[in-house]
């Protein structure tokens, strides 16, 4: 979307003066954003052509997230067995 395109969607939808303001504020706010050191950039950019293939994942991935499912729904069926009053917690 260009300038001219986001002005008529705005004064469509708030009117002249509010969309000249907030326009004012857009632009202000990108003129201001905060840009990376360009040491920082080419670091950056060396890192990532440079960079190998991605790790492979773990080899039992599968059971991890099984593990950590299966003890995810236990610990809330503990919690609400434990609001409703029967749990191990429940008084």
Do not use: C, H
Not at 19 to 25: E, K, Q
Not at 37 to 59: H, I, N, Y
Not at 67 to 76: I, P, Q, T
């Amino acid at each position: 979307m260009n300038y001219d395109e986001l002005r008529r969607e705005l004064t469509d939808e708030v009117g002249p003066e509010e969309a000249a303001a907030l326009l004012a504020v857009a632009e202000t706010l990108y003129d201001k954003r905060p840009v990376p050191r360009a040491a920082f950039r080419g670091d950056l950019r060396r890192r990532l052509v440079s960079s190998q293939a991605p790790r492979p994942a773990p080899a039992r991935l599968r059971l991890l997230i099984a593990a950590s499912g299966g003890s995810g729904a236990a610990l809330l069926l503990i919690a609400a067995l434990s609001v409703a009053g029967a749990g191990p917690l429940g008084a």
